[in-house]
């Protein structure tokens, strides 16, 4: 059986994984929406969000999309902190649940 130091570091290189996924994700995102401005003449004046919105509308995304992919990537960060101390991120979990259960918002958490 793994140790907890073990199972700790397995979801640490996971979160780290995730994290780098949803960066790329945002990056090639942004770079989709750049490249339409090559592509269709009218996007070429349009500002970085409308190119965004005119991607998003495309694709059949929300135009929130990026700003929640954004906030998953703070999310994770805030896992993987928490997962480095000494604990193996016991103290970081009770504070979590303690937030949830006093009825803070999942998402802030």
Known sequence: MATSATR??????QVTRAIQRTTDLIADLKAL????ASLVP???DATEVERWEEVARLAGLDESTLERLEAVVETLA???AGLTSTDGGAAWLQHQRA???SGEDAAAA
């Open 8 to 13: 700790t570091e397995e979801l640490r290189e």
């Open 33 to 36: 929406a750049d490249a339409l």
């Open 42 to 44: 009218e996007t070429a």
């Open 78 to 80: 805030d896992v993987l």
């Open 99 to 101: 937030r949830l259960e």
